[in-house]
């Protein structure tokens, strides 16, 4: 082992749940961070290490320059030695601009432009263009007729006006903000005499057409809630209005409301009244028509933005191992090819072939995202750096994760340190130095188990991780599950899925397997969730993450398939996704599983609520009568610091309790609510263990791995995982009728092996209980314990969309052409030793 010399020392680490620790990690190794999820390993290695490492770094820098960067919080330790500088890749979703892409996040987009700017091949006459006149995000390069989006959009009287039967009054301009924003619109009309209570069909055609296309804002007075005999009658008058109303056109509102509000939940409101098409200009190229006439390799420089980055590795093979360059454009072409390979070559191994440099980041995972990144770090050849990355392995198969390790251990090798939080055991087994937190989540976490070799990890007897890595795979056997039915797709098309057929058993658990890229997510989060969804009439956000102004949405927006049979067993199709639950912090465990309500009703019921006069609305942080006046509920205020980021301290008032004085007065079991929003879930079973309503929700929370969160714990604050999990224990609270479909993209994400065995205790409740789960996975635990498995591959992109085998576990062994058929055959021998 290294010297101590070589060593970061840190002394005194109090971070969220960490008890005061000290520990030595060595540098220049892969040190992977482990333990069960909630115990503290984020909290030491990002929270601890990275974020001090950050503020040291951000102490070098001007006040003015410090505000553009997105700093972490100073952390909570006594000291820390021998830390080098840090860079952290952590699991996040894709930015929701979709003028990010995968070829703007590793540069690849730059190189290409300078190749097609220096070294394309011109029509004759043609003056160069420069490189930026090759990106649709500039003025030079933009298609002036789309402005460089690939679709333009219409606005009709037919999609603003959906129902012409209704009247004004009935909003039949359903396009106009809800609220009072659309009922002023409405209201304005009224007092410019516009008839609002005969049906849209009725008004005569250049009415119609005013009130839905007009530029026109004028402004008239305005007297809510009077009649139209009495609006005309109080403008005849001159009587004072209560306001003046600007007037805004349907369409002039939906289309500003699109370009420029800041809302995504706006944004995507108002793009259900556009109707979408390819550009006839640029042809959803999206850029000006003389840049697509410059070409290289016979190609313009959208059409080799769509290709796989397989396919760019041979086109760029060929240029950059040419012999006897000469001209000045044949060496361009040369030295730039040999830049655009060898980035590529990293992609390649870290099994992102079957991207294209088009797709935009909004429909990346976390993992590819994260991936990305690493591949551009490779290629910057940093020296005594730390790389601090969070769950590299999400999302991949245990094919890929081998080509990633190799990743590390390059940037490792170029004398870098690697700090690793992992739960998938491969990586574990391939640490040079373990650190194990735990030994359990929240509160009953925050010690450091075991920090050392490998081997030595085996002597602890409370480490979880310990009994995995050595010896004790998952063993959640359940009783033998036949299927009522099955249900039959045929047909499906959509991404690299071409006309294939499917059947999934029904009231089993049915896991879908394959590597990463290979069409798994197409098929089961796309496909099947939208012809399902629109089969029972139900509506669902999941289809897909694309944003409405994605450049490829006309490529690959087209989900084909009809389902045959099988969807009279079906009445509700539950997506448990790892979408969050609330965008703000008045959004929580608590409100979101419907706990609050009851926990606010105990608290009403009170002798001392009773004889005030709070009902259950009083103890609500966001009713205005029970809350903090200074902070609204927040429970926190901003400080706006000149030249710094905003920091959020606790409001002065309410010191982050969120309510007013009076509110915290009234005690159950001698606890105000406040307190009991502090109680993690596990605290509150005990607290609440007379209580059967309350008791029974939190349980299931507790049962699905997350008793370590606090009841009143922001939704900005939980991880993906994490909000999958209280989706699931919601529906677990729910009476099972059986006829369920319930549908998961990669459950297990964030979780330690010993979670993972609790979650398919769960999975499997709601599958013996009749219902359908159909599970995306790559972990072998849960591939195991399925009843079905649909394998599809055998590559990614275009290599992939197939299915390879659908049966029972053990006929997967015998699939020759499975590349998860060895990994699980493995895992299977491991499970009986």
Known sequence: MQENKNMIRVRGAREHNLKDIDIDIPRDNLVVFTGVSGSGKSSLAFGTLYAEAQRRYLESVSPYARRLFNQMNVPEVDSIEGLPPAIALQQQRGGTSTRSSV???TTLSNLLRMLYSRAGHYPKGQSIIYAEGFSPNTPQGACPECHGLGSVFEVTEKTMVPDDSLTIRERAVASWPLAWQGQNQRDILVSMGFNVDIPWKQLPKDQRDWILFTNETPTVPVYPGYSPEE????????????????????????????????????????????????????????????????????????EISRLPISQLSDIFKKYAQAKGMESEQQIVTQRISKDILSRIEVMLELGLGYLSLERTTPTLSPGELQRLRLATQVYSNLFGVVYVLDEPSAGLHPADTQALLGILDRLKEAGNSIFVIEHEIEVIRHADWIVDVGPEAGEKGGYILYSGLPEGLKKIKGSLTSAFLFGKAGKTHHAERKPAGQLVITGISRHNLNNINVEFPIGVMTCVTGISGSGKSSLVSQVLVQLISDALGQKTDSVSDLPLDAPDMHINSAIRGKI???????????????????????????????LFDHVRKRFADTPLAKKRKYDA???????????????QGEGFVMVELLFLPSVYTPCPVCKGSRYNPQTLEITYKGHNIAQ??????????????????????????????LGYLRLGQSATELSG?????????????????????????????GLHPSDVERLLIQLNKLADSGNTVIVVEHDMQVIAESDWIIDIGPGAGESGGKILYSGNVGGLLKCKESKTAPFLARYLKDAKQ
Do not use: W
Request: hydrophobic share 30%; proline share 4%.
């Open 103 to 105: 070829g703007s996040v």
């Open 231 to 302: 609006t005309a009658k109080a403008i005849k008058n001159k009587k004072t209005p209560d306001y003046m109303g600007t007037f805004i056109g349907a369409k002039p509102y939906v289309l500003k409301t699109f370009s420029s509000s800041q809302s995504e939940l706006m944004k995507k409101r108002v793009s259900q009244f556009m109707v979408s098409s390819k550009c006839p200009e640029c042809n959803g190229k999206r850029l000006h028509k003389e840049s697509l006439s410059v070409s290289f390799d016979g190609k313009d420089i959208a």
């Open 564 to 594: 045959c049979s099988g969807l009279d067993h079906i009445t509700r199709l539950v997506v448990v996704d790892q979408k969050a639950i609330g965008r703000t912090p008045r959004s929580n465990l608590s409100t979101y599983t419907g």
């Open 617 to 631: 609305g009083r103890f609500s942080f966001n009713v205005a009568k029970g809350r903090c006046p200074n902070c």
């Open 676 to 705: 009991v929003l502090e109680m993690t879930v596990e605290q509150a079973c005990n607290f609440f263990d007379e209580d059967p309503v309350i008791y029974r929700a939190l349980d299931i929370v507790r049962e699905v791995g």
């Open 721 to 749: 995982g994490e909000a999958q999990r209280i989706k699931l224990a919601t529906e677990l609270q729910k009476s099972q009728k059986g006829s369920s479909l319930y549908i998961l993209d990669e459950p297990t994400t």
